[in-house]
């Protein structure tokens, strides 16, 4: 029966649980949900994350939360968990246009990560449309508000083989 949900990933010889995902949001991500809801909407960072654990569960995934306002925490925070990890979400908030730290942590991890942004920043002012991340990561999830996660992790068993997905 887990065999059937969790496919080639179980089958390789995992637990369910064993596919390890980092959800990281960076700055003002925390203010989701009262920060321009007519923007990022009004769901908090707090209902989002519970969204993607319960999803999480039925694909047989584990999820490690983190989110700061700092480019060198976020930096430090792959540097330290990117080994026990097999794909990363990421929200990089303003930093997607300007974080080339980040970029390079990220890079360094060398695992599968998608960017999710809630608004589509490609319709917005024209400092948002560019993201100096995208060129390292495996993809890109944008104005699909807080859905955005949610597909971002099912591209990741995708990736990881996890079947159905
Ligand atoms: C954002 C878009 C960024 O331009 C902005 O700085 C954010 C949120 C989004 O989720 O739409 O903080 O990443």
Redesign the pocket.
């Given at each position: 029966m887990v065999i059937i949900l969790a496919g080639r990933w179980l089958a390789a010889g995992r637990r369910p649980g064993d596919l390890h995902v980092l959800v990281i949001n960076?700055?003002?991500?925390n203010r989701t949900g009262y920060r321009q809801p007519e923007?990022?909407g009004s769901l908090t960072l707090e209902d989002i994350n519970g969204q993607l654990n319960r999803l999480a569960l039925t694909l047989g995934m584990r999820l490690t939360f983190f989110q700061s306002n700092h480019e060198g925490e976020l930096v430090d925070f792959l540097q330290g968990s990117a080994a026990g990890a097999q794909g990363i979400i990421i929200?990089?908030?303003?930093l997607?246009?300007y974080g080339y730290s980040l970029r390079d942590a990220l890079q360094d991890a060398g695992l599968p990560a998608i960017e999710?942004?809630?608004?589509n920043?490609h319709a917005?002012e024209e400092f948002?449309r560019h993201s100096v991340l995208a060129p390292v990561l495996t993809g890109q999830v944008?104005g699909l508000g807080s859905q955005g996660y949610l597909l971002a992790l099912r591209a990741l068993a995708h990736i990881a083989g996890v079947a159905g997905c």
């Open positions: 960076g700055p003002n991500l923007v990022y929200n990089p908030g303003a997607t246009h999710v942004h809630l608004s920043i917005r948002r944008a």
